[in-house]
């Protein structure tokens, strides 16, 4: 699914439509595939890239996934009994500078 939101985004230069609709998904499915998804984007999403290749806007895009992930899916991740690992990842998402670098679950992440 992630490799779908991707190449949408890309082929659109955005992802508000493709968040939004997938915001609106209620189901297992749609919440099993944001948490493959999640753990797939966190390692890159923690370096401040974006998870992908984009031909522009990379910066905008990595920003708007961001704060759409560190937003929703939490509540969702859990509905999935996500490891708490990956929760800790995601809420690390929404944190900058030294607020990440020294939370207890930062993992020493290089980029």
């Known amino acids: 699914m992630h490799e779908v939101l991707a190449l949408c985004a890309e082929a659109s230069a955005t992802l508000s439509p493709w968040l ?3 915001e609106a998904l209620e189901d ?17 999403l923690l370096g401040d ?14 920003t708007e ?9 939490p509540a969702r991740l859990q509905a999935q009994d996500a490891p708490e690992e990956l929760l800790h990842r995601i809420r ?8 990440r670098w020294e939370d207890p679950h930062w993992p020493n992440h290089r980029y």
């Open 20 to 22: 939004n609709t997938w």
């Open 28 to 44: 297992r499915v749609a919440d099993r595939h944001l948490t493959e998804a999640a753990a797939h984007w966190e390692y890159d």
């Open 49 to 62: 890239q974006l998870p992908w290749d984009a031909w522009d806007n990379a910066d905008d895009l990595r």
């Open 65 to 73: 996934l961001a704060a759409w992930l560190v937003r929703h899916a």
């Open 92 to 99: 690390l998402i929404g944190l900058t500078g030294p607020a």
